[in-house]
């Protein structure tokens, strides 16, 4: 019972996406001075066109014209082929057009303006093929007539049968056209070349008619499209039938499936606690981490520290201060500032060497801070016990000019009094530092 009452309204009450199957099985019967008129938009094949029909000529009219477009001038197709044209421009096949009067058979018109071919095909067949002129592309806007040419001439009329007249913006190829005849009157390959189809036949069926035109199933096509709904029936059956066992299936599981996902959420508690308690560990194990790495930098800038002070105490263990230099009046109770070290360990970079061998007198001392007042140099300095009326020597010369590198600069802002002198003179005595 069911599946005959599926099968009823499928056939009966087909849904709005059905409408090109039952379409395909509804031909259109003209008869003589019969025809649909109407303005289709043509934008979209201004440089492509494919007519394809399905007909049966049963017309007396010498001229039997079954689509006509824009006063004939654009496109004209006749049913025996016989001045068939695009463009003015026409073909007359009607002595290869072997098919006899009355039966159905196969029409597909194409055209490019890439190709500037105009084709005329029968059952697949290419009976003639013609080149338009170059840019000539299709006009827009005018009347399209289905049944009869453009004019009123009775001699045009079309009367017979037609089906499936469907409008393509693509110039269909040879084997499109051989694929949609050998799928026959009772199916169009809608899906294939649906993005292409411009004028419908579908929309042609609910057209204003002129005349005599009436409704004409093909019986082979009510069959196929009763077998398919039969098929459709079945496998809605089929389908009920599988969703009514599926229901079943999870009915039944429902209550293991609950069970599992209780359990599953128990083990993600579970799972969520020690994934706190391990977090909580990790951040306190971090905590003491860096705590660590904290003291150990501390550790390590103290023994940068260390090392620094070792290498300067090393550095001054190995030297031999002249410290009585800073008795002299440029240093001697003043405060030692960045310019005195500048003279300590670079003033005598360019003579020092040539003093080697002099005695330092005090008559030598005073002309050459006499020649030497520009330079500014400390000679002064020489007046020490250490140089004063000792012959100079090279020992002399290295002490005033690389001795005070390293020191002077740390002297700076110290006053030179007798007793800081005295202190540093012990504290870089060797003898002091147990060496």
Known sequence: MFLLFSI????????????????????????????????????????????????????????????????????????????????????????????????????????????????????????????????????????????????????????????????????????????????????????KHESSRVIRWEDLLVQRRSG???????????????????????????????????????????????????????????????????????????TNLNSTLTELEKTQRRLNLTLAELEEVTALKNRTWDWEIFLSDQFLNQTFAAEHSHLLHSSWDDIAERLVGIRITDEFLKLSAHIDRDEDRPWSILYSENYFNETFTREMAHRLTSIWEGISEKLVGVTMTKEVIELLDYVTDKSNCGT
């Not at 089929?238 to 209550?255: V, Y």
Request: charged content about 25%; overall charge negative.
């Open 8 to 191: 009823v309204t499928l056939f009966v009450a087909p849904s709005p996406g059905s409408s090109a199957s039952l379409s395909r099985v509804t031909a259109l019967k003209f008869a003589p001075n019969s025809f649909i008129q109407y303005t289709p938009d043509w934008s979209r094949l201004t440089s492509a066109i494919s007519v394809c029909v399905w007909i049966k000529d049963t017309g007396s009219s010498p001229h039997r014209t079954f689509f006509s477009y824009h006063s004939s001038e654009e496109l004209i197709i006749l049913a025996d082929g016989s001045h068939t044209g695009i463009f003015n421009l026409y073909q007359h096949l009607q002595s290869k057009h072997s098919v006899p009067k009355g039966t159905w058979h196969f029409v597909c018109v194409t055209w490019s303006l890439v190709t500037r071919d105009h084709k005329y095909y029968v059952n697949g067949v290419l009976l003639g093929s013609k080149q338009t002129a170059a840019g000539r592309s299709l006009k827009t806007g005018g009347e399209l007539f289905i049944g009869k040419w453009y004019g009123t001439s009775s001699r045009h009329d079309f009367a017979g049968e037609m089906a499936n007249l469907n409008v393509y913006a693509k110039e269909l190829s040879s084997s499109e056209i051989v694929s949609m005849m050998e799928l026959g009157m009772c199916s169009i390959e809608v899906d």
């Open 212 to 286: 005599t035109i009436t409704d004409a199933y093909l019986e082979n096509c009510l069959e196929s499209v009763f077998e398919e709904t039969v098929e459709k029936g079945e496998k809605l059956v089929s389908a009920e039938r599988k969703l009514n066992e599926t229901t079943h299936e999870l009915t039944t599981t429902r209550a293991e499936k609950e069970k599992i996902e209780e359990k599953l959420s128990m083990e993600l508690e579970e799972t969520q606690r020690r994934l706190n308690s391990t977090r909580g560990e990790k951040e306190k194990m971090s």
